[in-house]
């Protein structure tokens, strides 16, 4: 699990990978609605 930060609204959010491998993938921020890639958003690994 790591812990990921939205680069527009700056707030921080949960996300659950098995694998490193899994990275590449895209996630949607809960709060504002933008899609930002994972990898380049990891703040720390939980």
Known sequence: MFLLQCPKCK???KYQSKDIHSMGNKK???YCGRVFSVNKTIIKKI
């Open 11 to 13: 707030n921080k959010m």
């Open 28 to 30: 949607k921020c809960v």
